[in-house]
């Protein structure tokens, strides 16, 4: 028998193509989004005159990169809820870690090479605490605004999910390790500034920190980060191993009798939103000028996923908007009628659970698909 001949005349067979990391209109919107970021936003800042009325001015752009960060961890937070199902009420805890790396740093880039830190001096400390030996390297830090929060969520994550802990159970452990948490950053003798946490900041590597390039230049870097980690995400949840996380939500106990263990794959995204929301809050301290304790309150925590529910998650844009309408709508509220802003974020809260379950986006979405009915109907 040749078998050459016989193995030559078997069908060819093909294999189904990777689906793109993103469609042309969405790369479109992305480059669209990438441009206003990093050249139209600093032309309308530095170079338009301040009377004109498409001046960019100092205010809008710190409160944009501080929304920008707040984006960062509702994405982080939509791949650990909306992908993978676990409820996080304690990610406040990751941003406040990465921020207070970054504050440690500011700190002594402030106080000077040799000198305490305005704090420590106030309290009468002799010298530096050991945990911050590294703090007045900038590569350090870079390092630890990944690995601290990292860290944390590795070694918590790792009990919690050997335990099987989830649901309601899961939420009510994250905001009571986040509470736990601000209540020891309280206390002075920690050596992170106290009720009042770390502020003045003046400098980042050597150059003044007020300068109007220097903001401009966090808010590019911050919307690039942002894009970036919109990337990742999306590479993520498109992969086998965003599907297995899909999947671990839909039915986990089917994932397990299909001989896929879900420790790993929850405990591998659990840490990567950690650092990503380590990353924003590190982001954050040097264009709001303050980091402390309140960051990790229980509130903060809550609002992080009232930012992805609003927006719609398990979409990974959603959380995003969502971030961002929420956020503009505090920013406006709290000074037209600061009394009716926590009302409003409740009562936003309440409408989008019962009227709006896919948040946002899924609303556009359904109205696009409506329009897109009528128009197959008109044709037809």
Not at 24 to 48: E, Y
Not at 293 to 309: F, K, L, N, R
Not at 319 to 330: D, E, H, L, S, Y
Request: net charge positive.
């Amino acid at each position: 028998m040749d078998l050459t001949r016989n193995l030559g005349s078997v069908p060819h067979v093909q294999l189904p193509s990777r689906k793109p990391l993103l469609t042309k209109v969405g790369w479109s919107a992305f480059m669209v989004a990438l441009i206003v970021v990093c050249a139209l936003a600093p032309v309308l800042n530095l170079w338009v005159a301040e009377g004109s009325v498409f001046h960019l001015s100092d205010y809008a752009v710190r409160l944009l990169g501080k929304i920008m960060c707040y984006a960062i961890c509702a994405l982080a937070m939509d791949l650990i809820w909306g992908y993978t199902g676990i409820l996080s009420l304690g990610h406040g805890l990751f941003f406040a870690l990465g921020g207070y790396v970054m504050g440690m740093y500011l700190s002594r880039q402030s106080a000077g090479a040799d000198e305490l830190p305005a704090f420590m001096v106030f309290l009468a400390w002799k010298e530096l605490p050991w945990f911050w030996a590294l703090s007045d390297s900038f590569v350090a830090t870079f390092i630890l605004i990944f690995l601290v929060p990292g860290v944390v969520a590795f070694v918590f994550g790792w009990f919690a999910f050997r335990s099987r802990i989830k649901g309601v159970y899961f939420s009510i452990i994250t905001q009571a390790l986040t509470y736990a948490a601000m209540l020891l950053f309280f206390r002075n003798e920690t050596g992170f500034g106290g009720n009042n946490g770390f502020t003045d900041f003046k400098r980042i590597l050597g150059m003044p920190l007020a300068t109007q390039e220097m903001r401009m230049a966090l808010f590019v870097i911050t919307g690039c980060t942002l894009l970036g980690f919109f990337l990742l995400a999306r590479w993520l949840v498109r992969s086998k191993f965003g599907r297995v996380l899909q999947a671990v939500r839909d039915a986990e106990t089917r994932v397990m009798f299909s001989g896929y263990s879900p420790l790993p794959y929850k405990l591998t995204i659990w840490v990567i939103s950690a650092m990503m929301c380590g990353v924003a809050g590190a982001l954050y301290v040097p264009q709001v000028g303050i980091i402390n304790p309140v960051e990790m309150s229980a509130a903060s925590s809550i609002e992080i996923a009232v930012w992805t529910a609003v927006g719609g998650r398990g979409t990974l844009v959603g959380p995003m908007v969502g971030a961002f309408a929420v956020n503009g709508a505090k920013s406006w509220l709290t000074v037209a009628a600061p009394e009716f802003w926590l009302y409003f974020l409740g009562g936003l809260f309440i409408v989008v659970t019962l009227f709006m379950p896919h948040g946002i986006v899924g609303v556009v979405r359904k109205l696009r698909s409506k329009l897109q009915g009528k128009k197959k109907a008109g044709v037809a």
